[in-house]
Nanobody, 127 residues
């Protein structure tokens, strides 16, 4: 059974930084995509970033490109989301997720494609 445990959320002022971690366990993630999504109050869950476990190719939503960096540590089975220059509109619950199907092109940005989800971690950016 795949388990994803996020950590690292918190309260930060606009312009500040946070690093989220997602510890993954339960299976091999070779050729799989790992994604970060977020959901603000009253809004749908949206794609933030994804990384291919094999090869490390990264993909970003336009709204975070240049400010956020997704990475992974294969030895620790952990995915990170480094968030810099945070804005109040980045306030949301952040979730990591795994697409259990092998990905041979670009990872999906659709929430429905991802099978396993963490419990979420709150990020609040004050103005």
């Amino acid at each position: 059974q795949v388990q994803l445990v996020e950590s690292g959320g918190g309260l930060v002022q606009a312009g500040g930084s946070l690093r989220l971690s997602c510890a993954a366990s339960g299976r091999s993630f070779s050729s799989r995509a790992m994604g970060w999504f977020r959901q603000a109050p009253g809004k749908e869950r949206e794609f933030v970033a994804a990384i291919m476990w094999s090869g490390g190719r990264t993909y970003y939503a336009d709204s975070v490109k240049g400010r956020f960096t997704i990475s992974r540590d294969i030895a620790k089975n952990t995915v990170y989301l480094q968030m810099n220059s945070l804005k109040p509109e980045d306030t949301a619950v952040y979730y990591c997720a795994v697409d259990s199907q092998p990905v041979f092109g670009s990872p999906s940005r659709a929430t429905r494609q991802y099978d396993y989800w963490g419990q979420g971690t709150q990020v609040t950016v004050s103005s």
